[in-house]
């Protein structure tokens, strides 16, 4: 007879699933649909050598590989195209400015956080959005946020309050919320008897050219950003910086992911 001891080594041990807010969470949220990405423990930053919210994905098999490694990260959502979260820290801030302007938040998907809420929307808008309003931050498939289950340094547990079904943002708020059209600018003439963007947009161009090695990086992602601060996004000049610096040395990896995120800082 075995002795009990021996009886026991050989018993096959049943191994655990792995446990933490990405693990319990994460697998559902992409089965409903969710693109999710793992997150540091009770923070909202991306694992170094991620690509953030880039990396959000409903692929079962690579979430199942992110839940052996990163079982006890939070879990964020990257908002599909078309989906607009409504951040809200300040509710305190947020209604009176509603009472203002007449508005309200029709009932929604809403996520309880530390400290607001996350209220779910469609919306349409041609023109990239503006977070202006007091006490709100504007989240779309340029960024991300947490998702139900990921875990506050406070310890609080972000939850889904209203289980509503997502409806569409009202047309009126739509005016507090996208940037202003561009205005136009007067056309200027090249030497070459060609259109430019403007004699400003052309001088950001030819510093570029001139920028020492070191330098250039820094500036292309300053120049873009002016471009959409002062030309409106100006396709023209954008393709003009982006085409200028490959021709001086860096890299189109460096300059698609330079460009990439300023058009997210500048149009989020």
Not at 9 to 37: M, N
Not at 85 to 110: C, F, Q
Not at 169 to 195: D, M, N
Request: charged content about 20%; overall charge positive; aromatic content about 8%.
């Amino acid at each position: 007879m075995k002795s009990a001891a021996r009886q026991a080594k050989s018993t096959p041990r049943s191994i655990a699933p792995p446990a933490g807010p990405f693990a319990q969470h994460a697998p559902a949220l992409a089965a409903d649909g969710w693109a999710v990405f793992p997150l540091v423990p009770r923070d909202k930053t991306p694992y170094a050598g991620s690509h953030g919210h880039l990396d959000a994905t409903t692929d079962q098999a690579q979430i199942e590989r992110w839940t052996r490694i990163h079982a006890n990260g939070n879990i964020g959502i990257r908002p599909a195209v078309g989906m607009l979260v409504v951040d809200i820290d300040s509710a305190a801030l947020l209604a009176p400015w509603m009472n203002e302007h007449g508005l309200s938040l029709p009932p929604t998907r809403v996520v309880r956080t530390n400290r607001g809420s996350h209220y779910y929307y469609t919306f349409s808008s041609e023109r990239p959005l503006l977070a202006a309003i007091p006490g709100v931050d504007l989240k779309t498939e340029k960024g991300f946020v947490l998702a139900p289950g990921s875990v506050h340094k406070s310890g609080r547990i972000y939850r889904v309050w209203r289980d509503f079904p997502i409806t569409e943002l009202p047309i009126e708020w739509l005016e507090h919320i996208q940037r202003p059209e561009p205005k136009p600018r007067p056309r200027v003439v090249t030497r070459s008897g060609g259109a430019s963007v403007g004699t400003p947009g052309l001088r950001l161009v030819r510093l570029l050219g001139v920028k020492a090695e070191g330098e250039r990086r820094g500036f292309l992602m300053y120049a873009i950003g002016e471009a959409y601060r002062v030309y409106g996004g100006s396709a023209d000049l954008i393709e003009r910086l982006c085409n200028t610096a490959i021709s001086i040395g860096l890299s189109p990896t460096e300059v698609d992911a330079a460009r990439q995120y300023i058009e997210e800082q500048e149009t989020s």
